[in-house]
């Protein structure tokens, strides 16, 4: 069974930072990509980062202004998505997905072969 799974949301801060976790099960972790998506209220879902597990090349939104690191421990299946400078506008459900093709930049939602369940981020000022 794939199963992907976030963790390390909740409430947090304005200026503060957050570590978010997706752990991968039941597929070849290092033939796809994980990449993050985040929607906020009232909002579409955006794309934010992603890792090719293979080699390690990452990628990043340029509204995120340099705020965030994905990192990935492949011994572990699991990917980091850390996110400092915390804004209000940060508020969203984050979620982590799986891509086939790998990760090479921006992706639509739509071609992602696995998702998270998402989970709950939210900056108070």
């Known amino acids: 069974e794939v199963q992907l799974v976030e963790s390390g949301g909740g409430l947090m801060q304005a200026g503060g930072s957050l570590r978010l976790s997706c752990v991968a099960s039941?597929?070849?972790?290092?033939?796809?990509?994980i990449e993050w998506f985040r929607q906020a209220p009232g909002k579409e879902r955006e794309w934010i980062s992603c890792?090719?597990?293979?080699?390690?090349?990452?990628f990043y939104a340029h509204s995120l202004e340099g705020r965030a690191t994905i990192s990935s421990d492949n011994a572990k299946n699991t990917v980091y998505l850390q996110m400092d400078s915390l804004k209000p506008s940060d508020t969203a459900v984050y979620s982590c997905?799986?891509?086939?093709?790998?990760?090479?930049?921006?992706?639509?939602?739509?071609?992602?072969?696995?998702w998270g369940q998402g989970i709950q981020v939210t900056v108070s000022s």
């Open positions: 039941g597929f070849t972790f290092d033939e796809f990509g």
């Open positions: 890792i090719h597990i293979e080699d390690g090349d990452t």
């Open positions: 997905a799986a891509d086939s093709w790998g990760c090479t930049g921006p992706n639509r939602a739509e071609d992602m072969d696995y």
